[in-house]
């Protein structure tokens, strides 16, 4: 897909993508998967990782049982213990819940859901804080200086109180009515926002770095918008770190929204996640039945821990210092 | 200074540094050897990469892993210290081999008086009381040419400036009165016109303490000035060494002979700069035979094949099949 | 080093009066600031009075000094869910919070930074290895789930520890204290475990980082090529080098326990701060919400400025900024 503007000469999406793998592939060079596949621990994360978000994100599919459709469900099936209990049930392999739901096959569609909160709200850090970044780091001078000020305040706030803020303000606003509706997208924009300051500073600096570059001013004698130019080789230049910051950042979003939702201030109830699992269990912790509380947490844990090894790993990898 | 004609204060022999790496092990410091005479200042002269702060590293014991010594003895005044414990090589440091480094700024401790480190490695290794030794640093400061010592001795590294701070280094180094000193391109990171002066101070030191000097550095001025004996190390080797004169005056070695005629002359007009073509080969590219070879203007068949150990020539020792006397064809170049 | 003191004081106030505006616009626009003030079961008449008395006619600068005066005389309004004024609520709940932030403060820096230090000089050992996997794991568990765990081990399997609540407390003045009491001590255990955990990890891996960083330089090789002892160099040298730095992001962390507390509260029923908090978002209670993130700038930037302060006397580079001696070589 080529754009023409004028002085911005030919943006091909295809260059621009183009160039990014490489800096990517040059990133993935052999250094690193040799790195990767020398640690086992590694390599089970990431194994680990992939079969359970490919699972919970073809959940409709793969669950045994379709929770989320009320007619399926049968209250007598209510709280039955996990399969290799006397009392279990084979079709249940984890237990039920309060409501006779399958505990597997929640914990797999509450996954989803956690996957792609996680994912959408961390795509929207990514937007916000490399655009910011491009813009802060390009123009400079005041624009600057208000940008930077203003990420310095909101790092000074831990995410969960930023998010939470921005939840009770955006429940000021809408109506009652429209609440439950919009809790999807108040809570991803919610964890986006807390999260953007990262993204924002990479890719700052390395645009202050590339800005004053020949080819930059070259640019702009021929013409061309140097903006251009600068999300052509910028972009592939920072593809790296935003890679790292961005696993970092989904596991801290996968958490950040389970503890929204464990406070009730999450998801909405019709589309629980892995946190509204055990806010429900939780409430059965101390009469019994642990499993409505006990499963739910261990996807939860192995999920995120996974995907902090592969940052972990990704980090050391790329990191030229350790080298 | 050269010392006197018994053993010599430090001998290094066989000396191969290796490192581990999952491409297989490189070889970085390939059988060397080396001695120097109390009092006297040898100069080790190379590229980057030659594998002399390597040498300089593992002589004081500082060698970092995963570098490691596969081979060859270091000996101090007739005892072997290369293969002593951890423990046993501190002791020495600092007061029988003392090093300086590079750059002074990043090698004094920014958030200590320099006072205050100069006190405790007085002490580490003297027996002194804490005003004996305070009183002990402002003598090495005034020795060193630091003005106004007894103040200065309570202040920062930061409030000194390039050249200060390497006289600093400098006292910081002798304070324990070592019989060796391992200076590691002492001068490289300061001004030209501080450079002069360090070097004399160095100088003026080794006279009257009678230390020797292991003087690794890549600037051939420096060492024409210092130098009693020099080394000149390629690619992890030895290519020649001899007395300072007869190195520079007389080299032998196609290699030195490069070095010292790319140094350019003041007062003469040169068309062109010459230089050595080429570069230093890399640990994983070393080639076969003697690894100046494909830079070497006078190489020969026997060059690729096999590789010279260090022979006499004249008063020098050289590491170069051209002066192997045993030769039926010897090629005669200049 | 007057001038540094008083050019952090300002930017703690420039950051209050940017939070301030923040709370008071929210304060305003979203919320209902008659009913903030009077509650919201009033008269006609008594909001138009109110609203007089406020000067909510008055452009929008003046209205933000007057509600900045309000914050300074402690005067933060009704809350809406309770119709209690906001300080009485503060005033009852804030122990618990402190007492809590202060011992997981505790628990953060006495097993973070020696930790910490440990893991950065053996580098390689098996314990080493042992508390970084630990670590790791300490990362990825949500906070609230690790409470939820010491609850079901503690309180549930082993029954050691009370699930919820501070336990007998003992009034100290308006203070109410658990740290006096058998029952109130136990009670204090899980909880800030729990909320100190996340922060402890990250400061063990932080200060295990700066360790290893200044293990590299320059001065450490140059003090073991002067035959310092390993103690030394380690413990004098580099431990300093590497807690410097350390210090300012450690400030920061220790300012966020407070409102990291509100996972923690949630979790074990603890009446501080937090739990009215989130008590206060469910019910969009402006006055509370409002309020909390003032204190909670507060609270942050006076820890901050302390850090700052604490970081001038440690690090001689800040206080002497000429370079004495340029002339002279």
């Not at chain 2, 690729?304 to 045993?326: I, N, T, Y």
């Not at chain 3, 058998?182 to 295990?208: D, H, N």
Request: aromatic share 8%; with cysteine.
């Amino acid at each position: 897909m080529v754009a023409v503007y004028p002085g911005w000469g030919e943006l091909s999406m295809v260059k621009v993508l183009a160039h990014s793998m490489d800096g990517l592939k040059r990133a993935l060079d052999s250094d690193i998967f040799y790195s990767f596949t020398r640690s086992p621990v590694v390599v089970a994360a990431a194994i680990v990782a992939v079969v359970y978000i490919s699972a919970s994100l073809m959940a409709p599919w793969v669950a045994p049982h379709l929770v989320f459709d009320v007619k399926t469900l049968n209250l007598m099936d209510a709280f039955t213990p996990p399969a290799w209990y006397a009392d279990g049930n084979m079709s249940f392999l984890l237990g039920t819940d309060d409501q006779g739901r399958d505990i597997l096959s929640t914990i797999l569609f509450g996954s989803r859901v956690s996957l792609l909160v996680g994912f959408a709200s961390i795509l929207l850090s990514m937007v916000i804080g490399v655009g910011l970044g491009l813009i802060s780091g390009y123009v400079g001078g005041r624009v600057d200086s208000f940008i930077m000020r203003v990420a310095d305040i909101q790092l000074a706030f831990p995410a969960i109180l930023i998010a939470l803020l921005f939840n009770g303000l955006a429940r000021g606003f809408l109506p009652q009515g429209m609440h439950e509706e919009a809790a999807l997208y108040v809570l991803v924009m919610a964890i986006g926002l807390a999260r953007w300051v990262q993204f924002a500073r990479t890719v700052r600096s390395s645009t202050m770095v590339e800005k004053n570059k020949e080819y930059v001013k070259a640019a702009r004698v021929i013409g061309r918008h140097p903006a251009a130019i600068m999300i052509q080789h910028v972009l592939p230049n920072v593809s790296g770190p935003v890679l790292v910051i961005a696993t970092i950042s989904l596991a801290i979003a996968i958490i950040l929204e389970a503890t929204l939702s464990f406070l009730g201030v999450g998801v909405p109830a019709t589309q629980p996640s892995l946190g509204t699992l055990i806010r429900i269990g939780n409430n059965y912790l101390l009469s019994g039945e642990w499993w409505m509380t006990l499963f739910p947490s261990a996807a939860l844990i192995i999920l995120v821990l996974s995907i902090n090894l592969l940052g972990d790993w990704l980090r050391d990898a790329l990191n030229p210092k350790l080298r | 200074m050269p010392g006197n004609s018994r053993s010599p204060l430090l001998e290094v022999k066989n000396l191969k540094i290796e490192f581990p790496t999952r491409r297989g092990t490189l070889v970085a410091v390939d059988d060397i050897s080396l001695h120097i005479d109390a009092g006297e200042v040898l100069g080790v002269v190379g590229e980057s990469g030659a594998g002399k702060s390597l040498t300089g590293m593992s002589i004081i014991g500082l060698l970092e892993p995963p570098g490691r010594i596969a081979a060859g003895q270091i000996l101090l005044e007739g005892r072997r210290i290369d293969n002593l414990s951890y423990e046993m090589m501190r002791k020495i440091r600092g007061k029988d081999i003392g090093a300086i480094f590079q750059d002074p700024l990043t090698s004094l401790n920014p958030l200590f008086q320099v006072g205050d480190q100069l006190v405790e490695t007085i002490r580490t290794h003297l027996d002194l009381t804490e005003a004996q030794a305070r009183k002990r640093a402002i003598d090495l400061f005034k020795e060193v040419g630091i003005p106004s010592a007894e103040e200065r001795i309570d202040h920062y590294p930061h409030q000194f400036s390039g050249g200060m701070r390497q006289r600093v280094v400098i006292a910081l180094a002798l304070c324990a009165e070592p019989r060796l000193i391992i200076a590691d391109e002492p001068t490289t990171a300061l001004d030209v016109s501080i450079q002069a002066q360090i070097i004399e101070l160095l100088k003026r030191l080794c006279r009257e303490h009678n230390n020797a000097v292991m003087l690794i550095t890549h600037d051939m001025g420096v060492i024409a000035e210092t130098a009693d004996r020099v080394a000149v190390m390629y690619a992890g080797r030895i290519a020649e060494i001899g007395s300072a004169e007869n190195v520079i005056l007389r080299a032998n070695h196609p290699y030195t002979h490069g070095l010292m005629n790319s140094i350019p002359a003041i007062g003469h007009d040169v068309e062109a700069l010459v230089q050595i073509d080429g570069a230093m080969p890399r640990l994983t590219e070393i080639p076969s035979g003697c690894s100046f070879n494909p830079r070497c203007p006078q190489s020969f068949e026997r060059c690729l094949a096999e590789r010279p150990d260090l022979m006499p020539v004249g008063k020098s020792q050289v590491a170069c099949w051209l002066f192997d006397h045993d030769q039926k064809e010897v090629a005669v170049g200049e | 080093m007057i001038a540094y003191i008083i050019r952090r004081i300002f930017q703690a106030a420039i950051v209050m009066l940017a939070v301030g505006l923040i709370a008071f616009s929210m304060f305003t626009f979203v919320g209902d600031p008659i009913a903030s003030m009077v509650g919201q079961d009033s008269t006609n008449e008594q909001r138009e009075l109110i609203a007089e008395k406020l000067g909510l006619n008055d452009p929008f600068y003046i209205q933000y000094a007057h509600y900045l005066g309000r914050m300074l005389r402690g005067q933060f309004g009704i809350s809406y869910r309770l119709g209690v004024p906001v300080t009485e609520l503060f005033k009852e709940r804030l122990p618990a919070t402190l007492e809590l932030s202060a011992v997981a403060a505790l628990f953060t820096l006495v097993f973070g930074i020696p930790l910490g230090v440990y893991t950065g000089l053996h580098r390689e050992g098996w314990i080493s290895r042992f508390i970084l996997t630990i670590s790791l794991v300490g990362i990825s568990l949500p906070t609230f789930l690790i409470g939820i765990l010491l609850i079901f081990l503690f309180g549930v399997i082993l029954g050691l520890l009370p699930s919820f609540g501070r336990g007998e407390v003992v009034q100290i003045g308006f203070w109410s204290s658990g740290l006096f009491t058998m029952s109130g001590l136990k009670s204090l255990i899980m909880p800030s475990v729990t909320l100190g955990m996340f922060q402890m990890t990250l400061i063990l891996r932080l200060v295990r980082a700066e360790m290893l960083e200044v293990l590299r330089t320059d001065y450490i090789k140059f003090a073991r090529a002067r035959g310092l002892t390993n103690r030394v160099v380690n413990f004098r040298h580099a431990l300093k080098n590497t807690l410097v730095p350390v210090m300012t992001i450690t400030g920061l962390q220790i300012g966020g326990l407070i409102a990291f507390a509100i996972i923690t509260e949630t979790v074990f029923q603890w009446p501080g701060m937090g739990l009215l908090f989130i008590q206060a978002i469910n019910f969009v209670d402006i006055p509370v919400m409002s309020a909390y993130l003032m204190l909670v700038a507060f609270f942050f930037v006076l820890i901050n400025l302390i850090v700052d302060l604490l970081y001038y006397v440690v690090d001689p580079r800040l206080r002497v900024e000429r370079t004495v001696g340029e002339g002279s070589v």
